[in-house]
């Protein structure tokens, strides 16, 4: 007998998964950021894990974290 609710990496997965597919009708550009963005997101799958966020809520939060993250970054370098 198997889970009848999806664990919250299994559905980290499925929702990178459905997002993937939006590459396929993407220009090359468009489609490598995408790819970026879905490391992004699963990224922090265990902080997800451990918070119980949804795992839509939680992969839109990794991608912010990343994302300031590498801003960050890149003004630090710039200063």
Known sequence: MGRSIPSTRQS???LSSKI??????MRRS???VLQRLL???KSHAAEVLF???DAE???????LIEVMKRLSMQEDQTK
């Open 12 to 14: 980290l997965s499925d």
């Open 20 to 25: 993937a597919e939006m590459e396929k009708v």
């Open 30 to 32: 468009d489609a490598e």
């Open 39 to 41: 490391s992004y997101g």
């Open 51 to 53: 918070s119980g966020l």
């Open 57 to 63: 809520t939680g992969f839109i939060i990794s991608v």
